[in-house]
């Protein structure tokens, strides 16, 4: 969410920014849309003004038995009332109006973020280590995965569909060795806290990270009211084509369906970045706890609405998977270092497990709708030669805390201001399983544990079919 007054400020750097970004200017439109309801907010504060005056002018008027003058006043009264009611009515709604818009407008890019159309204009900032060299020619994970018998998309697909895997024996070991390895280097070298979140969130939550309304058709609906409404629409519909008895009605099945209208709707969590930042929700903190570090591990559930075509084969991208979040919440003059530090972090799992990588800095074409700044950690994949995402790593600043109204205060009795969100991959286990499987696979088919990884593995140095 934006701040108006900076836009009222400065409607120029506005719409600058949003042209970095490849978005046309709307100050003015959003302007014109502010000009109206502030117009509309003081004629209602002077008719209220008005309502108050009018309102002790009719005990003047009957003290002193001028009942003529304490009628037309009750009239005013009256009149005013009902105008000020139809008048909170429009503020309410053209309210809405600006926060649905303001709703869909990206974060805007930091000074420091390079411009860019798409991914070919971002910028490497740095790498790790080396790529591994065979003598013979690199597979892809689920080649290896399927020939050691450990990786099944065929049985996954009849479950479920396109884009699901199940992993058996060393490799679901290997997975879940992956992110114990993950929560303990977080927890235990760089403190953060760990949390065992629920995956399922309402409408607010997912609005606060910025997944609502913009991204609904990329996320997973556990639509307990839209099946309700559809199965009593059907029952409704029945009943009457079959004709009701006089005076039956179907009124238990139209009250059942306002009921259903109201009842709690569920969002499946696309990443645990969502109900970890929402944990500081309509909070005021204190700011010497700041910053506050979570992680967890959880299962992400993504629809890829926009991934047709895209890495149809393996575990690149799938709609459930599994990854270790990590989310800082921190004062505004502090988040350019945690981004830095989280990164760091994110990059020290490939660092520990010897996986060759580079830290991309993100172009303003690129990077995520909530995002002002993100790093984008690229691990290499021999089997497709190349790098390929396996973190990303954004600094939101105020954007999201502003839509979940999340503030702290530096010093007591002093004003509250708006807290800074950031988040990151710390990692994609699945992406970091199949990371491994490709770099430490071995000629005969078998893959070599990493030896952080082994204490996990209870010593297993080999993973063969």
């Known amino acids: ?56 002018q009719i005990g003047q008027a009957k003290a002193k038995k001028d009942e003529a003058a304490a009628s037309a ?9 009902d105008q000020i009611q139809g008048g909170e009515d429009e503020e309410r709604r053209l309210q809405s109006q600006l926060n649905d818009f303001l709703a869909t407008i990206p974060n805007l890019p930091a000074d420091d973020v390079p411009d860019g159309a798409d991914e070919t204009a971002n910028v490497e900032v740095r790498r790790w280590g080396d790529a ?49 390895f993950m929560l303990d280097l977080h927890t235990e070298e760089f403190g953060y806290t760990e949390v065992s979140p629920p995956l399922l969130v309402r409408d607010a939550t997912m609005f606060g990270t910025g997944q609502l309304p913009k991204f609904s058709n990329d996320q997973f609906f556990a639509g307990e009211r839209e099946w309700r409404k559809k199965h009593l629409f059907e029952a409704l519909e029945s009943e009457e084509s079959r004709g ?15 009921k259903a209208e109201k009842s709690e709707q569920f969002w499946l969590i696309p990443t645990a970045e969502v109900p970890l930042t929402n944990l500081v929700r309509e ?28 890495d149809t084969t393996g575990m690149m991208r799938m709609h459930q998977f599994s990854k270790v979040e990590l989310v800082s919440i921190t004062a505004p003059e502090h988040s350019a270092a945690e981004h830095e530090r989280m990164t760091n972090c994110a990059q020290e799992v490939l660092k520990r ?44 600043a105020d954007f999201q805390a502003r839509r979940m109204n999340a503030r702290f205060r530096a010093e007591q009795g002093k004003t509250t201001r708006f807290v800074h969100t950031l988040n990151g991959s710390g990692l994609a286990v699945g992406r970091t399983l199949l990371a491994i499987v490709e770099n430490y696979q071995q000629r005969d088919g078998s893959i070599t544990v990493p030896a952080a990884l082994r204490p996990y593995m209870r010593g297993l140095e080999r993973i063969s079919a």
């Open 353 to 396: 497990l010897g996986l060759h990588h580079r830290v991309m800095v993100l172009c303003t074409g690129d990077m995520g709708f909530a995002s002002t700044k993100t790093y984008d950690i690229e691990v290499w994949l021999p089997g497709q030669n190349r790098f390929r995402e396996i973190s990303s790593c954004s600094n939101c």
């Open 244 to 258: 009701l008895r006089a005076g039956s009605g179907p009124e238990f099945l139209t009250d059942l369906l306002e």
């Open 1 to 56: 969410m934006h701040d108006l007054k900076l836009i009222r400020d400065d409607p120029q750097a506005f719409d600058l920014a949003l042209k970095r970004r490849g978005l046309a200017p709307l100050s003015t439109d959003i302007l014109a849309r502010d000009t109206a309801l502030r117009a509309l907010l003081s004629k209602l504060q002077n008719m209220q003004a008005r309502r108050n005056d009018a309102s002790r």
């Open 73 to 81: 006043l009750i009239a005013e009264v009256a009149g005013l009332k």
């Open 132 to 180: 591994p060299k065979f003598d013979f020619a690199a597979k892809e994970h689920f080649e290896l995965g399927e020939a050691l018998g450990q990786m099944d998309f065929a049985a996954a697909a009849r479950m479920s569909g396109s884009r699901f895997v199940i992993l058996k024996g060393q490799l679901a070991r290997l997975e879940r060795a992956i992110a114990q």
């Open 283 to 310: 909070q005021i903190l204190n700011g010497p706890e700041l910053p506050l570090r979570f992680t967890a591990f959880t299962p992400c559930f993504r629809a890829e609405a926009g991934a047709a075509g895209k």
